[in-house]
């Protein structure tokens, strides 16, 4: 006898196939993720039965394809469904009988079966004309299959199967003019589908994978052959103990997940078991992506499910100053949610994103003061990152990203901190002073600087475009202002000096004017200066703009 969906199930339904995922592809993840489930099930009621025994070798996925008969099969040796299940959990679109399972079970570690929606398994639409479901139930004798052609309803009857647990039959569509669907047939195909999303299932997903051989005897001549493979690795890296891993495992799975060419600078490794529990593994690069400071470049990390690929690159999950770090966070505890849109008001998603952030700041601090080599590196490759993260926002970050800067010391002749710098700072030096240039040694040379230097002050050599800005947006560090040399006031005039300047400009009236009227709009004043030493000319400014922040502003476009 046919059924109905029920109404609501309909409309669902159609919008699942046509809208809800936006990569076919996932239906086997969606469908792999079910098996799992099942298997998980089995396994939760082994603890607390002893007339069932869980013998891991017999708990596996395997998966299908058949281009003769256009099908494509996963099997299961989970939990099965009753008919009432079948029912219940097929027949009603978003009912979910591995959220009710939860619920019932109070199984302590229940919070690792993936399902909880009630939709994924319709997925299978996206890419099957007819889906068929052959179950049989543990403790039950009869098996049933369900089949389906999607919207206009489904038929239950009995059938024929020898093991509990659950297949599922997708007659894969023909192929259309827009949609190829072929490839939901190929093996390595389906392999590589598996891999992307279902690599840390925790029971093997196998499937049979045509090989190739030289016939035995010959030297040019193949023959194929067929060999059963586990597909996925099942236990992820960021599950296993911190203490089993070498910094080669970490570098491996950097290489592996293709997060770069080079190597990490360092990796993070973080385990949280608090309301929210989620394993990361983040990487700083040791070099800047090769698109890194263009539009192209799009920041996030990989996004887990219990082990389930939700998301290639969940962007709220970082900050834009630490755009450059890469790598992949697990959790149980988000839903394996089905749009983007939902993730981004998730709460869970918040905190951890939060948490996260934390970690790497401390990371780089650590860094800081225990491997001033290394970070070092790492701020030449992505300082300007972490200034602009100061400057944006209108300062909102600053406070916690400003004893992550570095800048060359005149004195020191080696990149030094803020905190330094306002250590060593003698009692009557009033402001932090910097320099601003293309290079370190061209700033060597600026006649600005020889005022402070003379007087023994420390410089801080800016030479990153953004420098400037970060630093009007600190505004102060530990209270101390910051003080470009070439501003008017460098709180270090002298009375005396300011006295000659005053004389000085009275003598040579004609002359600056002279000069005033030659370079004209160029310049606003000629003056005798107060800080010169060896040094005829210098050219300072006047109010909050400094010369190289001018030129930064002008080279913009408008
Ligand atoms: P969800 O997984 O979010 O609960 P699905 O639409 O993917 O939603 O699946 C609906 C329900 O169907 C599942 O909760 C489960 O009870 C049942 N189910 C689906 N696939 C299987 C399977 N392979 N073995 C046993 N039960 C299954
Ligand atoms: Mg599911």
Redesign the pocket.
Known sequence: MKKEFQAESKKLLDMMINSIYTHREIFLR?LI???S??IDKIYYQALTDEKIKFDKENFYIKVIPDKESRTLKIT?T????TEE?LER??GIIAQ????AFKKETEIKDGHDII????????SAFMVAETVTVI?KALGSDTAYKWASKGADGYTIETCEKEAVG?E?ILKINENTEEENYDEYLEEYRLRAIIKKYSDYIRYPIKMDMTQRRLKEGSKDEFEEYVEEQVINSMIPLWRKNKGELTDEDYENFYNEKHYGFDKPLTHIHISVDGTVRYNAILYVPENIPFDYYTKEYEKGLELYSSGVLIMDKCSELLPDYFSFVKGIVDSEDLSLNISREMLQHDRQLKFIAKNINNKIKSELQKLLKNEREKYEKFFESFGSQIKFGIYNNYGMHKDALKDLLVFYSSTEKKMVTLAEYVERMPEDQKYIYYASGETNERIDKLPQTEMVAEKGYEILYFTDKIDEFAVKMLMNYEGKEFRSVASGDLGIESEENEDKAEVENEENKDLFAAMKDILGEKIKDVRASKRLKSHPVCLTNEGDLTIEMEKVLNSMPD
Do not use: C, K, P, R
């Open positions: 969606e993720s079910n098996s489930d099942a299961d989970g939990i099965g469904m299940e959990n097929l979910s009988g591995s959220l399902g909880q929606f009630g939709v994924g398994f319709y179950t659950t599922i």
